[in-house]
């Protein structure tokens, strides 16, 4: 199993510019969800979906979109980059949506908006 | 608001050293996780913990979670280099499940 995958690794965009982030899981985890990591901050939940076709607002929901149209992807959207998005983004997945169940996550993109 | 206070923000010590790390909350939890955060990596969960008491052992890192599930903490025992990284700990309630409430994270740094 190839776990929880993430591309791309780095990218740097310009204010106003949109990308999509993408993110695929191998294990048949119902639960995925996208974090951003920053310093002083910690993880803070941007959206999460509990199975295809299902998602939902985390944390820091604004300036991101998601789908969920398969089990496997779960792609991260931002619709006009900004300075405030520079961040290290992380994908995980989990079994079900109960947290009690392990979190896999993907390595992360670095994203630097400038 | 930050829920789960994480001590301390850094720590550096000499290869072969004992140390704890904290995770402290004014709040219950149902189950707390330990998840070791290496540098240009996601996240790997190491325990969880679900019992008031509950101490568990892997390797040289012994966990404990606190009587009333308030807390919990990390020793670690002879310290390598290879337990550099950031310490993270995540708790979740009983009323919601689903949500993982993070601590900020204890920076790890062993010095051979």
């Known amino acids: 199993n190839a776990g929880v995958t993430q591309t791309p690794k780095f990218q740097v965009l310009k204010t106003g510019q949109s990308m999509t982030l993408q993110c695929a899981q191998d294990?048949?985890?119902?639960?995925m969800s996208w974090y951003r990591q920053d310093p002083g901050m910690g993880l803070r939940l941007i959206h999460y979906?509990?199975?295809?076709?299902?998602?939902d607002q985390g944390e820091v929901p604004n300036g991101y979109n998601v789908s969920r149209s398969t089990t496997e992807d779960f792609p991260l959207r931002l619709l006009s980059a900004a300075p405030s998005q520079t961040s290290v983004y992380f994908c995980?997945?989990?079994?079900?949506?109960?947290?009690?169940?392990?979190?896999?996550f993907g390595p992360g993109t670095r994203l630097t908006v400038l | 608001t930050q829920l789960l206070e994480q001590s301390p923000q850094f720590l550096s010590i000499q290869e072969g050293e004992n140390l704890t790390v904290y995770c402290n909350s004014s709040?219950?939890?149902?189950?707390l996780q330990w998840y070791r955060q290496e540098p240009g990596e996601g996240p790997v969960l190491l325990v969880t913990v679900v019992t008031g008491g509950e101490v568990k052992k892997l390797k040289r890192l012994t966990f404990q979670f606190g009587d009333a599930r308030k807390d919990s903490s990390l020793h670690i025992t002879a310290a390598q280099p290879g337990d550099t990284g950031l310490y993270l700990c995540?708790?979740?309630?009983?009323?919601?499940?689903?949500?993982?409430?993070w601590g900020l994270g204890t920076s790890l740094a062993v010095n051979p």
């Open positions: 709040s219950v939890f149902s189950s």
């Open positions: 979906s509990v199975g295809a076709g299902i998602t």
């Open positions: 995540a708790g979740s309630y009983a009323g919601n499940n689903r949500k993982l409430i």
């Open positions: 995980a997945s989990r079994f079900k949506a109960s947290s009690y169940n392990e979190q896999f």
């Open positions: 294990m048949n985890h119902e639960y």
